[in-house]
């Protein structure tokens, strides 16, 4: 640790074993006189992070597994970091007074108890958790509103987003374009999609990420999931919101003012840049990612989404129309249904049946509240593995 550490920026990293979390690490070695690293958290992977935790030298860092933490223990008792253990903990060391920001960068309905934990305590969120926001944007936004915390995003369309507000805070927004890259089937037809496999879904044209968001990029539910985040950052009516197909992912997505004008981000799909542009707001630090060069892409080109091809999109949609606790329902059921698709117990388009009886069949609740939320995610859970079973 550096003697004064006063007037850097001190992160919390939730999830820093997955992809989202490594990158932030380089991003902040990268940048030591910006950042201090104060907390490491990961689920079951206990090596990397004991490995992480000698490296960066966090405050404290807590592995989720029960059965873990000893290891975690024993490897950094000597460093004097301090280990905790499960889902309380992570809650817990959220609100340390060290903490300036947390990255949320853990996957799934797992990130909203955290993340609310650190509103409350007054911490800045970089939100690459968009599930959090899926399941219960309302309440999220309204305490971060309430303690005066700003929710920078890390999600590279939403991070675009925000990079054309800056100096626009005051112009209304007419309509946001979130780009999308159609993933590793796009064009396909619905009887091509009923016989892919799970390394086919596993390989993305573009991206490089964890499983699950992987998976929900092949059949477009990760945009589904995005415009119902993008509605929660922006403040944003459901009309307000387009998506539009872009393969080569280059424009990560545009804002459309009311004189009719329009700004787009761009530059080459790595993620590094809106986890540094999210922690390192309103400053862009200097950095050494490769840059784009126009001739490389003598084409940019843009398509139609295919909501009918693609279900999940439609059914993401469906729930923001309905709202309540609607995307809550879609959120649990297709982390089900992605964890059996990854486990080969369903095919990739039974994950959108899956769904749909879910968001059939679980009551619908118009004005949800904390508990109607936590309760809705674990009917929704049973209910899901009960149609897969
Ligand atoms: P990964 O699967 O690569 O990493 C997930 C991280 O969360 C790991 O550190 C993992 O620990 C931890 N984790 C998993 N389950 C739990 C749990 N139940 N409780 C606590 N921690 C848990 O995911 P990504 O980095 O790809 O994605 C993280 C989030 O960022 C997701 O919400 C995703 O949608 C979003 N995002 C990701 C992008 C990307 O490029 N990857 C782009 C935009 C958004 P362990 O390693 O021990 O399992
Ligand atoms: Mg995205």
Redesign the pocket.
């Known amino acids: 640790m550096s003697e004064n550490t006063a007037d850097k920026r001190h992160i919390a990293i939730l999830?820093?074993?997955?992809?989202?979390?490594t990158q932030a690490l380089e991003v902040l070695e990268a940048n030591p006189d910006v950042f201090e690293l104060e907390v490491l958290?990961?689920?079951?992977?206990a090596d990397l992070l004991i490995e992480q935790a000698l490296k960066f030298k966090p405050n404290c860092v807590v592995i989720?597994k029960e059965e873990l933490f000893k290891k975690v223990q024993d490897a950094l008792f000597d460093e004097g970091i301090k280990v905790f253990v499960g889902?309380d903990s992570?809650v817990q060391v959220v609100q340390m007074d060290e903490i300036d920001v947390v990255l949320t960068?853990?996957?799934?309905y797992?990130?909203l108890r955290p993340t609310l934990s650190a509103i409350e305590a007054g911490k800045h969120i970089a939100l690459?958790?968009?599930?959090t926001l899926v399941v219960a944007g309302d309440i999220v936004t309204d305490l971060a509103k309430k303690k005066g915390v700003n929710i920078y995003p890390?999600?590279?369309e939403h991070s675009a987003i925000f990079q054309c507000l800056v100096g626009e805070f005051h112009n209304p927004i007419e309509k946001i374009y979130l780009t999308a890259s159609g993933g590793p089937f796009r064009g396909q037809t619905r009887e091509q999609l009923a016989l892919v496999t799970k390394a086919q879904a596993l390989k993305h044209p573009n991206?490089e990420?964890?499983?699950?968001?992987t998976i929900d990029s092949a059949s477009m539910m990760n945009k589904g999931l995005e415009v119902i985040e993008a509605k929660w950052l922006f403040g944003l009516k459901n009309e307000q919101i387009d998506v539009i197909v872009h393969p080569q992912s280059i424009i990560h997505s545009i804002v459309q003012f009311e004189d009719g004008s329009m700004k787009a981000q761009m530059g080459l799909p790595d993620?590094k840049l809106p986890i540094q542009y999210a922690l390192a707001f309103p400053n862009r630090l200097k950095s050494d990612f490769p840059r784009f060069n126009f001739l490389d892409y003598p084409q940019l080109t843009f398509e139609q989404p295919d909501p009918k091809t693609f279900r999940n999109l439609a059914l993401a949609f469906e729930a923001l129309k309905q709202g309540g606790n609607q995307p809550c329902i879609l959120n649990a059921a297709n982390e089900i249904a992605v964890d059996a698709f990854l486990k080969d117990k369903v095919s990739f388009l039974q994950m959108s049946d899956i769904i749909e009886q879910s968001m059939q069949k679980v009551s619908f609740i118009k004005k949800p509240n904390y508990s109607d939320y936590v309760a809705t995610d674990a009917e929704t859970r049973r209910l899901a593995l009960e149609i897969i079973n």
Not at 41 to 45: G, L
Not at 128 to 131: C, D, L, V
Request: aromatic fraction near 2%; proline fraction near 0%; charge should be neutral.
């Open positions: 999830g820093s074993t997955g992809s989202i979390g958290t990961a689920h079951s992977s989720g889902a992570l960068a853990l996957v799934g797992a990130g690459a958790n968009k599930e890390v999600d590279s991206w990420m964890g499983a699950k968001i993620m």
